[in-house]
Every structure is written in structure tokens, then in C-alpha cells.
């Protein structure tokens, strides 16, 4: 490997940058040229690089976002864009590229190897960790805890003026930010894509919840429920908003809706999300040192090893029962 090439693409995560900083400065410790492409794969189209040196990435490791910006490009879908993409990597002897990024981004890794001589590696980083073959998402972390930190201070207003809140969080189709904050937050009700579940049974929960003494009740919902768990017509595609309207339609009880939304996507990067990206960041750099392609890290077992890009990407990752099981008892 003599030159490569990074960059973030799709939704930031919290955490990109240590992965950014470890990439280059593992990559030049081994006296490898390295190159910052700005705006994701529409930099690779528009040429949008820079020389990168150890200083490039002074500063960064405790900022959220990415550096390198990131941009979502559709120009990169067709056959054209891509080769524009090629050409422009080759004019500049860049001969090996990271990709930090989620679902989306490991789509164009892959692409890459399969149409190109350059060699090509994912790093997952996307606030839903819901890639197959990894445990773990940069930024998932630093997610989870700005989520519970937002349920903390929802339980306190909630308690006061004894209160049903629906807290709607991300995760696009994956239940996972739901279920695990959920858990760590006591709420009383998790609602995930993934799991079927009846109106009747939140309304239900909530109603034995106040009858036993509670003082409140804590709905979490993914924002990738819906019909026919819930109707959203009428509701923007928010089935928080919706479930909120049916809790209180159904239980004449006060109810509050929280639409998380972006603010879980910022953040200094938690320790977790620093660690596992500079370790990450640096198997990338080792791996296309020995020659490999066409892989994303991974973190399984408690280690960072690596799989094939098309394992990564077959299918989202599934949801853990016995996790579920345990939030519904200990909320009881
Ligand atoms: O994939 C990360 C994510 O934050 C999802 O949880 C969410 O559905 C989506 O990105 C939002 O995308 P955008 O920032 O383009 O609105």
C-alpha cells in the first residue's frame, strides 16, 4: 500500500473522528501517504482531497461529527459516478481507501472492489448498530447515553405531574437504541419494529402501572414502528406522535410526546466509542497492509477482527429476546 485514501459517508456518528485519526496516523507510523476526501464518495466524484499529515487530525478525537464531512450522493449509485470516482483515485495514485460509515456506505465498499483494482475497507460507524457480523457500531455508545440522559430528565418531569411520556428515539428499521435504552432507562414500555405487539397491551401497561403506585410511565418507541402496530396517517411518519394520540385517547390520561430526533446523533464521543474506533481504525490500516480487500472490521466476542463485506450488509441484525424479556420483567 503506498497511498490511501479516507473517508465518512452517511449519517455522522459520534466517534467518527478517533476512527479518522487513527486511520491516518497508523497509516503514516507505517510511511503511507495518506489522503482526506471530503463530503464522502460525492468528494471521490468531485475530487475533493487533501494532503493528510499527523497534524490533520490534532484536536479531533474528542468531537463529535466528522471531520471530513459527509454527504449522502446518489450520483455514486449509478455505474458513471463511480468510475468518474475510479479515475479520479488513480489520477492520484491512490491505490487503497477507507470507509467510515453505516448500511449504505459498506454498499459502495463493496462496489468499489467489485468494479476497481483499488482496495477497499469498511469501518461500521452508524448510531443503530444494525449491521450483521459486528457487535458493535461506532457510535452507538455515545448514543445510548444522550438518550438515557434525555429519559433521565423526562422521568423527573414525568414523576412530577405523574405522567405517561412517549419517547420516540432513532434507529431507522432497527429496534436497538430503543431496546437498550429502554432498559437502562426502566421504562415501562418498549416498542420496536421487530416485535409485534397490540395497542391494547401498552394501554393495558400503563393503566396496571398507575394502579400499582406508579408515578409515571416511560413509553420507548423506535422510530421504525409502524403499521399495522400503529396507524401513522396523519402523523408525519412519527409513531410517536401516534402512539402518544392513542394512550391518550385510550386511558384519558396525560400524556406528553419526546421526539428525540438528531440531538443523538452529536456529542463528544464516550470513552467506549474512542476506544473501539482507534482500535478499529488501526486494523483497517493493518489489514490492507497485509493485502486484504473487500472486508469491514468488525467487533465480536470482545475483539476486533474482520468479516466479508457481503456478510456484513446480507441482513440487519436481529433483535436480543432475552434483553426484551428482562426489560418487560424488571419494569413490572
Ligand atoms: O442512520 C442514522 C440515522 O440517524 C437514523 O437513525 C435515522 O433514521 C437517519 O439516520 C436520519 O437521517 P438524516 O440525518 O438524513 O435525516
Known sequence: MKKLAILTSGGDAPGMNPAIRAVARTAIFYNVEVVGVRYGFKGLIEKDFFEMKRSSVADIIQRGGT?????????FLS??????????????????????????????VQKINQESEISAVGIPATIDND??????????????????????????????????????CMGRDSGYLALMTGLAGGAEFILVPEIDFTPQEVTNRIVQGFNKGKLHSLILIAEGVKAPFVDLSGYNGSPGLAMGDLIREKTGME???????????GGSPTATDRIIASRMGAKAVDMLI????????NYKDNSIGSCKIADAIVEAQQIDMDIYNLASILSM
Open 290 to 297: 497485509e493485502g486484504h480487500r473487500d472486508i469491514m472490521i
Open 255 to 265: 400524556t406528553r410526546v419526546t421526539i428525540l430526533g438528531h440531538l443523538q446523533r
Open 131 to 168: 449491521l450483521s457480523c459486528t457487535d458493535y457500531t461506532i457510535g452507538v455508545d455515545t448514543a445510548m447515553n444522550t438518550i438515557l440522559d434525555a429519559i433521565n430528565k423526562i422521568r423527573d418531569t414525568a414523576t412530577s405531574h405523574e405522567r405517561t411520556f412517549v419517547i420516540e
Open 67 to 75: 471531520a471530513l464531512f459527509s454527504a449522502r450522493c446518489e450520483e
Open 79 to 108: 455505474r458513471e459516478g463511480r468510475e468518474k470516482a475510479y479515475q479520479n483515485m488513480r489520477e492520484e495514485g491512490i491505490d487503497s481507501l477507507v470507509v467510515i460509515g453505516g448500511d449504505g456506505s459498506l454498499h459502495g
